[in-house]
């Protein structure tokens, strides 16, 4: 599953761990995690790398998305994902 994450302090990048197999940074704060854990788990477990009160935005992708103006070599992460 592909999921979308937003968190305000932009200091998150594609190296944190987690429940995912892979994650790429697609601007600061903006990340997507190929992740087979659920919504839940993604979500506590970023929640845990932010400090208290942080905004955090997780939620699964039914589709890939479109995207212009990403990080260099997101668009090719996410094309080796199907």
Do not use: F, I, N
């Not at 992740?35 to 929640?47: D, E, I």
């Amino acid at each position: 599953m592909l999921y979308v994450a937003w968190e305000e302090t932009g200091e998150v990048d594609a190296d944190v761990e987690g429940p995912w197999t892979d994650a790429v940074c697609l601007r600061p704060g903006l990340l997507l995690l190929d992740s087979a854990a659920s919504r839940s788990a993604v979500y506590h477990a970023l929640k845990h790398h932010l400090p208290e009160g942080t905004a955090l935005l997780v939620g699964p992708l039914s589709a890939p998305p479109k995207m212009k103006g990403m990080a260099s070599g997101a668009t090719t992460w996410l094309r080796q994902r199907g």
